[in-house]
Protein backbone atom coordinates (compact mmCIF):
# COMPACT_ATOMS: atom_id res chain seq x y z
CA UNK A 1 0.00 0.00 0.00
CA UNK A 2 0.92 3.72 -0.97
CA UNK A 3 1.48 5.83 1.97
CA UNK A 4 -0.15 8.81 2.39
CA UNK A 5 0.50 12.25 4.63
CA UNK A 6 -1.83 15.24 4.30
CA UNK A 7 -0.70 18.95 4.89
CA UNK A 8 -1.85 22.27 4.10
CA UNK A 9 -4.92 22.06 7.24
CA UNK A 10 -5.58 25.54 9.59
CA UNK A 11 -8.27 28.17 10.22
CA UNK A 12 -9.00 30.15 7.01
CA UNK A 13 -11.91 32.58 6.93
CA UNK A 14 -15.43 32.34 5.06
CA UNK A 15 -14.36 32.93 1.59
CA UNK A 16 -11.10 32.64 1.44
CA UNK A 17 -8.69 29.66 0.26
CA UNK A 18 -6.84 26.98 0.65
CA UNK A 19 -4.77 24.21 -0.72
CA UNK A 20 -4.57 20.92 0.82
CA UNK A 21 -1.07 18.91 -0.38
CA UNK A 22 -1.12 14.59 0.10
CA UNK A 23 2.57 13.29 -0.16
CA UNK A 24 2.35 9.75 -1.60
CA UNK A 25 5.29 7.15 -0.75
CA UNK A 26 5.97 3.90 -0.54
CA UNK A 27 4.22 2.77 -4.21
CA UNK A 28 3.92 4.91 -7.70
CA UNK A 29 1.18 7.17 -7.28
CA UNK A 30 -0.06 6.28 -10.76
CA UNK A 31 -1.02 2.99 -9.22
CA UNK A 32 -3.80 4.81 -7.77
CA UNK A 33 -6.88 6.29 -8.26
CA UNK A 34 -7.17 9.18 -5.68
CA UNK A 35 -9.95 10.91 -3.42
CA UNK A 36 -10.61 13.32 -0.58
CA UNK A 37 -12.94 12.82 1.91
CA UNK A 38 -13.81 14.63 4.84
CA UNK A 39 -15.19 14.15 8.54
CA UNK A 40 -16.98 16.91 10.38
CA UNK A 41 -17.75 16.82 14.30
CA UNK A 42 -20.72 13.94 14.56
CA UNK A 43 -21.16 13.72 11.17
CA UNK A 44 -20.13 10.38 8.78
CA UNK A 45 -16.66 10.85 6.51
CA UNK A 46 -18.37 11.94 3.10
CA UNK A 47 -16.62 12.10 -0.03
CA UNK A 48 -15.74 15.78 -1.47
CA UNK A 49 -13.46 14.67 -4.66
CA UNK A 50 -12.25 12.29 -6.82
CA UNK A 51 -9.36 12.09 -9.67
CA UNK A 52 -8.97 9.39 -11.95
CA UNK A 53 -4.95 7.94 -12.36
CA UNK A 54 -4.30 9.66 -15.20
CA UNK A 55 -5.75 12.83 -13.96
CA UNK A 56 -8.35 13.26 -17.31
CA UNK A 57 -11.48 12.42 -14.82
CA UNK A 58 -12.31 14.47 -11.88
CA UNK A 59 -15.49 13.83 -9.49
CA UNK A 60 -16.82 16.28 -6.98
CA UNK A 61 -19.23 16.12 -4.38
CA UNK A 62 -22.36 18.48 -5.37
CA UNK A 63 -21.64 20.80 -2.04
CA UNK A 64 -18.28 21.43 -3.49
CA UNK A 65 -18.47 21.41 -7.29
CA UNK A 66 -17.66 24.73 -8.57
CA UNK A 67 -15.15 25.83 -5.41
CA UNK A 68 -13.17 23.12 -4.73
CA UNK A 69 -10.41 21.62 -7.72
CA UNK A 70 -8.93 18.40 -6.99
CA UNK A 71 -5.65 17.77 -9.34
CA UNK A 72 -2.47 15.23 -9.27
CA UNK A 73 1.34 15.17 -10.26
CA UNK A 74 1.93 12.11 -10.07
CA UNK A 75 5.82 12.51 -11.39
CA UNK A 76 6.32 14.29 -7.95
CA UNK A 77 3.67 11.93 -6.01
CA UNK A 78 1.40 14.65 -5.02
CA UNK A 79 -2.07 15.07 -4.47
CA UNK A 80 -3.96 18.83 -4.43
CA UNK A 81 -7.14 20.18 -3.13
CA UNK A 82 -7.50 23.57 -3.48
CA UNK A 83 -10.53 25.20 -1.45
CA UNK A 84 -12.05 28.06 -3.16
CA UNK A 85 -15.05 30.39 -1.47
CA UNK A 86 -14.79 28.29 1.44
CA UNK A 87 -17.74 28.24 4.11
CA UNK A 88 -18.27 27.10 7.46
CA UNK A 89 -20.04 24.09 6.80
CA UNK A 90 -16.44 22.84 5.04
CA UNK A 91 -15.08 22.87 8.72
CA UNK A 92 -14.12 19.43 8.88
CA UNK A 93 -10.62 17.06 9.13
CA UNK A 94 -9.74 16.11 5.20
CA UNK A 95 -8.36 13.04 4.39
CA UNK A 96 -6.26 11.85 1.18
CA UNK A 97 -7.19 8.44 0.26
CA UNK A 98 -5.91 6.14 -2.88
CA UNK A 99 -7.89 3.39 -4.53
CA UNK A 100 -5.61 0.68 -5.91
CA UNK A 101 -6.23 0.25 -9.62
CA UNK A 102 -7.47 -2.95 -10.29
CA UNK A 103 -9.68 -3.11 -13.52
CA UNK A 104 -12.37 -1.57 -11.88
CA UNK A 105 -13.74 1.78 -13.63
CA UNK A 106 -13.46 4.22 -11.35
CA UNK A 107 -16.46 5.76 -12.72
CA UNK A 108 -18.48 3.13 -10.72
CA UNK A 109 -16.27 3.16 -7.63
CA UNK A 110 -15.22 6.64 -6.67
CA UNK A 111 -17.51 7.09 -4.15
CA UNK A 112 -17.04 3.96 -2.19
CA UNK A 113 -15.09 4.41 0.45
CA UNK A 114 -14.19 0.95 1.42
CA UNK A 115 -12.77 0.53 -1.89
CA UNK A 116 -10.23 3.37 -1.17
CA UNK A 117 -7.06 0.92 0.66
CA UNK A 118 -5.08 3.45 1.83
CA UNK A 119 -5.83 6.68 3.89
CA UNK A 120 -3.90 9.35 5.14
CA UNK A 121 -3.97 10.74 9.21
CA UNK A 122 -5.96 13.62 8.21
CA UNK A 123 -5.38 17.50 8.48
CA UNK A 124 -8.06 19.80 10.23
CA UNK A 125 -9.90 22.97 7.99
CA UNK A 126 -11.82 25.38 10.22
CA UNK A 127 -13.74 27.70 8.36
CA UNK A 128 -14.64 30.98 10.66
CA UNK A 129 -17.73 33.25 9.86
Known amino acids: QVQLVETGGGLVQAGGSLRLSCAASGRTLSAYNMGWFRQAPGKEREFVAGIRWSAGVTYYAGSVKGRFTISRDNAKNMVYLQMNSVKPEDTAVYYC??????????????????????WGQGTQVTVSS
Open 97 to 118: AGQTRDGRNYHTSYLLMNLYDS
